[in-house]
């Protein structure tokens, strides 16, 4: 069974660009969640979508958003982008049910110029 | 709301144990994970546990969890280089719900 797949892996953006950022859940997996890495803040998480819906949203500003499309698929943006903004991005999917874990991606890098 | 602490570095020697501490602070954690990190990579899930276990063991890892104190911790036996990365432990309410990261402890194995 294939993985969590990320794209682009890396990226570079100049401030007040904005970009989207992509994550293919594994197989079967409907709910995916979000999360930011820097080395200040550690990991945080971001928000997570099941079956097309939001269903829990992280301490972050508006300009984070994301969606989620009918073959779970989900991809997130980031508008008017800061320098705070670089960090790693992680996707991780699950299926619901007792025993079921969240497997993550590797991660897209994100650097703001 | 949830936080999770653990000490941020260790250092072992090559073929000695290692044992990696986490506290955490919401009793209505239920999965409590250990995540491993290695440079330029992302999360590789290692081992979880459920609130209700008090060991977990699985080859080299042994995940101990003292429910009463909120301390849950990892040891890995017969530690190797390969071994060298960042360790985070997380908990979650639920298996899709958020996932509390702690600040990471970076394992130095020493050959």
């Known amino acids: 069974k294939a993985g969590v797949t990320q794209t682009p892996r890396y990226l570079i953006k100049t401030r007040g660009q904005q970009v989207t950022l992509s994550c293919s859940p594994i197989?079967?997996?409907?709910?995916v969640s979000w999360y930011q890495q820097t080395p200040g803040q550690g990991l945080q998480f971001l928000f997570e979508y099941f079956s097309e819906t939001q269903r829990n949203k992280g301490n972050f500003p508006g300009r984070f958003s994301g969606r989620q499309f009918s073959n779970s698929r989900s991809e997130m943006n980031v508008s008017t982008l800061e320098l705070g903004d670089s960090a790693l991005y992680l996707c991780a999917s699950t299926s619901p049910g007792r025993g079921e874990t969240q497997y993550f991606g590797p991660g897209t890098r994100l650097l703001v110029l | 709301g949830e936080d999770v602490e653990q000490s941020l570095f260790l250092s072992v020697r090559e073929g000695d144990s290692s044992v990696i501490n986490c506290t955490y602070t919401?009793?209505?954690?239920?999965?409590l994970y250990w995540y491993k990190q290695e440079p330029g990579a992302g999360l590789q899930l290692l081992t979880y546990i459920f609130s209700n276990m008090d060991m977990k063991q699985d080859q080299r890892l042994t995940v101990l969890l003292n429910k009463k104190d909120k301390h849950l911790s990892l040891r890995i036996a017969d530690t190797q280089t390969g071994d060298s990365a960042i360790y985070f432990c997380?908990?979650?309410?639920?298996?899709?719900?958020?996932?509390?990261f702690g600040p990471g402890t970076s394992l130095s194995v020493i050959p």
């Open positions: 919401d009793s209505s954690s239920t999965y």
């Open positions: 197989s079967g997996h409907r709910s």
């Open positions: 997380a908990a979650s309410e639920t298996s899709y719900d958020k996932v509390i």
